[in-house]
């Protein structure tokens, strides 16, 4: 059972980027997933969440960020816009999510080795 994070790299401000998160082992039309980031130094922080169709965004990333799911290929995907240096961070992919608050990475069991994501000024 593993998830595992693509798509991240060096963009410009302004720009886009999509990352994906591969799942084996987990059907993930069933599960509430999700995409958190994290800076050296800093708390992990939940960006989005997908349910089997109703989503959710962190304030920070909402109108600019889009998760999806394509259950066939069995893969998460975040979508990003409109990207800042403030969005540069470590982007992981969750599963396993066993209850409570959605956006805190704690209620999530299954992790992916991450994929880095960096935004140029």
């Known amino acids: 059972v593993q998830v595992v994070e693509s798509g991240g790299g060096l963009v410009q401000a302004g720009g886009s980027l999509r990352l994906s998160c591969a799942a084996s082992g987990i059907t993930i039309s069933r599960e509430v997933m999700a995409w958190f980031r994290q800076e050296p130094g800093k708390e992990r922080e939940g960006v989005a969440r997908i349910g089997e169709r109703d989503t959710y965004y962190a304030d920070s990333v909402r109108g600019r960020f889009t998760i999806s799911k394509d259950n066939a290929e069995n893969t998460l995907y975040l979508q990003m816009s409109s990207l800042t240096p403030e969005d540069t961070a470590m982007y992981y992919c969750?599963?396993?999510?066993?209850?409570?608050?959605?956006?805190?990475?704690?209620?999530?069991?299954?992790w992916g080795q991450g994929t880095q994501v960096t935004v140029s000024a």
């Open positions: 969750a599963a396993d999510f066993v209850g409570g608050d959605s956006l805190t990475s704690r209620n999530y069991k299954l």
